[in-house]
């Protein structure tokens, strides 16, 4: 399979600290799920037997977004099991800037860390897809993934007229669809041998809500038809070609509720055979800061140069992906700073709308044997 097509052969987050910094609402949204997890280790009760306690962060990007949430979970771990090493692994695709990772785990950058607070403590990285396994099987006590399985293993087509799925229609939307629920369920599967028996998974996916909402689609203008417009603007500036459009669709699918629950609940399905069960399932709507704060200070300069990163900080590798593998790494670069320099201003000049806001369906679910 084509790098390019094959998700885990371009995608990362933008690296060097910049996706954690752009990023905030993915960090509220873990942090105001804090308390999902501490319920399910509260009824996972483990055992202080001296044996590992792994936890993992899957689809860490920088670790950033999550380094709050984390830190208090291993301090509980440690306070209720204090003879237990605790191992914490943080996942990512290949391409991942974990440097920027064990960094900012480390202390060498101005975010507050909590890995000199606990001890016993050991710290390592992973560069295997989650569509895969990823430990030794039986060896996983929790497993936690936020904002990242909405990524697909691979592009199932092209999609013809638009940059996400959420824009398609028709045969390549349903193949869109369909490899989503393959993945997802493989992405459960793996985890199923990953997990120990009464290991828990916190997922914290982007979804369709039950309004028929997603990220960037919340009753102002659509984020990823804003995408589309201003990336095949492109084509009639001269600056990318009708193939490079073509080439540029986001390796995504946003399932529904029901999507992520049908494998969980179906006792025929093979998910379900694994010991897979559903504790928790809910759906959540988390307001954009950025535009949050903009309508407290009504100044759209300053909203849309705060915005437009947060954007940049993670579909810039989806975009970057669409180019030529002709044109040079600052013809590349050019490009996008051209496209998204587009957004921006199309922000201050029209703000009202504007906005990433989050929709998550937040599912807790345990491994019975």
């Not at 590992?52 to 670790?63: L, Q, W």
């Not at 799925?165 to 199923?192: F, H, K």
């Not at 029901?258 to 897979?276: H, I, M, Q, R, W």
Request: hydrophobic share 35%.
């Amino acid at each position: 399979m084509d790098d390019a097509r094959t998700t885990e052969g371009f995608m990362s987050m933008k690296g060097g600290g910049y996706y954690s910094k752009a990023t905030i609402g993915a960090k509220h949204v873990i942090d105001n799920a804090a308390h999902l997890i501490f319920d399910s280790l509260v009824r996972m009760n483990p055992k202080d037997d001296g044996t590992i306690f792994t936890v993992a962060d899957m689809g860490c990007a920088d670790g950033g977004t999550s380094i709050s949430t984390i830190g208090e979970i291993l301090k509980y771990i440690r306070k209720t099991t204090p003879s237990r090493p605790i191992q914490m692994v943080y996942t990512d695709l290949p391409k991942n800037d974990f440097s920027q990772v064990f960094q900012n785990v480390h202390g060498q950058t101005d975010m507050k860390t909590y890995i000199a607070d606990i001890e016993d403590l050991y710290i390592f990285s992973s560069a295997t897809s989650f569509h895969k396994p990823i430990f030794p099987a039986g060896s996983l006590n929790l497993g936690i993934s936020a904002t990242a399985s909405h990524y697909v293993s691979e592009q199932p087509c092209i999609i013809s007229n638009h940059v996400h799925m959420v824009g398609s229609a028709g045969e390549e939307r349903a193949a869109y669809q369909e490899q989503g629920r393959l993945d997802w369920e493989r992405m459960l599967l793996n985890r199923a041998r990953d997990l120990a028996p009464t290991g828990r998974l916190a997922l914290f996916n982007f979804g369709i809500d039950e309004k028929g909402r997603y990220l960037g689609s919340t009753g102002g203008v659509n984020m990823f038809d804003t995408f589309n417009l201003l990336w095949k603007s492109l084509i009639d500036d001269g600056i990318i070609s009708e193939e490079e459009y073509l080439n540029t669709n986001f390796p995504q699918s946003y399932r529904t509720v029901e999507e992520f629950t049908t494998p969980l609940e179906d006792e025929n399905s093979c998910v379900y055979k694994a010991g897979l069960r559903i504790e928790h399932v809910e759906t959540r709507f988390v307001a954009c800061p950025f535009a949050a704060d903009f309508k407290r200070h009504g100044d759209s300069v300053k909203f849309a140069k705060e915005y437009i990163p947060t954007l940049r900080s993670w579909s810039e590798a989806t975009f970057a992906n669409g180019l030529s593998d002709r044109r040079s790494p600052d013809e590349q670069r050019k490009i996008l700073d051209n496209f998204y320099g587009k957004y921006q201003c199309l922000v201050e000049e029209s703000p009202e709308g504007h906005g990433m806001d989050y929709v998550h369906c937040y599912l807790i679910i345990r491994k019975d044997f």
